[in-house]
């Protein structure tokens, strides 16, 4: 196991779509393992490192809004990125007008969690990659509120605040044992993207993300 880390996230607004749902978007009660790491490497990730979160802890109680928001229902076809990418003249706009559609979302108010998780080495580490560079290198990041990309809860208008946690992690305002239900849990690239799902149990705000998928 490599070194482990502890990272306080919050924001006004986060949503992570529950699968089963349709046309309207429908939050998931807490963060998911899989948005939980993708905030972790949007501050620091490399080919040789892989995150694996071990806790999440629900520190807010948890607050659903229901909102009406405008969604396109097309997306920029692969044709024409692929066009772009070879040095094609093609337009990549995507325009508001017929395609646009106003859905309802069941999404989560004023959030705020801690993640615990720890990176492995990959085998595509190479011989200047060690566990001490890297755990350094997102230390010095997460501590100045440094980020390759601006990391998000959900949708990409709901931005993350972060900061490192040194010390001792604040006391859930959540308490009690919570059956949160079934979750996704990640997504296996290496298996025709199969998706991965956890019944996660929540004991006093805290939940355990690799016990309950047998990890």
């Not at 996660?200 to 939940?207: E, K, N, T, W, Y």
């Amino acid at each position: 196991m490599g070194y482990g880390i502890k990272l306080r996230v919050w924001g006004d607004y986060a949503c992570f779509t529950r699968p089963e749902m349709k046309a309207e978007r429908v939050s998931y009660d807490v963060i998911t393992p899989s948005a939980a790491r993708a905030i972790v490497e949007a501050i620091h990730w490399k080919p040789a490192i892989k995150w694996v979160i071990d806790k999440i802890h629900v520190i807010k109680p948890i607050k659903f809004d229901s909102v009406r928001r405008n969604e396109v229902e097309g997306k920029i076809g692969i044709g024409n990125v692929k066009k772009a990418i070879s040095g094609s003249n093609v337009d990549l706009h995507q325009y508001i007008t017929e395609e646009r559609q106003q859905r309802a979302t069941l999404l989560l108010r004023d959030v705020e969690y801690v993640i615990e998780a720890h990176f492995e080495m990959t085998d595509k580490a190479g011989s200047e990659d060690t566990i001490e560079k890297h755990y350094n290198i997102f230390l010095r990041r997460a501590r100045k509120g440094q980020c390759h990309m601006r990391p998000y809860f959900g949708c990409r208008e709901f931005p993350v605040q972060f900061e490192l946690v040194d010390g001792e992690i604040s006391k859930s305002q959540i308490e009690g044992e919570i059956d949160l239900g079934w979750m996704l849990w990640d997504i296996n690239f290496e298996d025709n993207m199969k998706p991965i799902f956890f019944r996660p149990i929540m004991v006093d705000g805290v939940f355990d993300a690799r016990r309950d998928v047998g990890l």
